[in-house]
């Protein structure tokens, strides 16, 4: 928080503790009325020359504003009342998609089955006679 923030505020703070002592005390004389439309006017043309025109803050309401506050009770409630059906089909696209493209991210696939060898076409004799007219023995 800038020193001139923490200022601005104890400021502001000051005048509304003024303004509230102000009506249990007698009125002032007119030298002093005089002297208190000043100060105003002048606290007034400070608050016009701030930045953009704009009315400073109390530092009190800046702090409050940018407190940190906890929403998770909030957001449970809201997350455990709503409760909707979405198709299995959706479900699993959204998966897919936010699954990452590392091998430890995807699916394990299933094992196929090893097919039982089966006997070949040819005989014994077919091979032996392939091997006589091949290699002519």
Same mark, same amino acid.
């Given at each position: ?46 608050? #016009?020359?701030? @930045? +953009?025109? *704009?009315?400073? %803050?109390? /530092? ?6 940018? &407190? ?37 991210? #995807?699916?394990? @696939? +299933?094992? *196929?089955?090893? %097919?039982? /060898? ?6 014994? &004799? ?12």
């Amino acid at each position: 928080m800038s020193a001139a923030l923490l200022r601005r505020g104890l400021e502001l703070l000051a005048e509304s503790e003024a303004s509230r002592a102000a009506p249990s005390q007698a009125k002032p004389s007119g030298a002093r009325l005089k002297r208190a439309r000043k100060a105003k006017a002048s606290q007034a043309q400070k608050l #016009r020359n701030s @930045a +953009k025109g *704009k009315v400073p %803050k109390s /530092a009190l309401a800046e702090y409050q504003k940018r &407190e940190c506050q906890n929403h998770l009770t909030t957001n449970l409630k809201f997350m455990t009342s709503k409760r909707s059906t979405v198709e299995e089909s959706v479900t699993q696209q959204i998966l897919r998609q936010n699954r990452g493209r590392k091998a430890c991210d #995807r699916p394990v @696939a +299933k094992t *196929k089955k090893k %097919k039982v /060898a089966e006997g070949t076409v040819f005989t014994e &004799e077919d091979f032996q006679k392939f091997q006589q007219e091949y290699f002519g023995s």
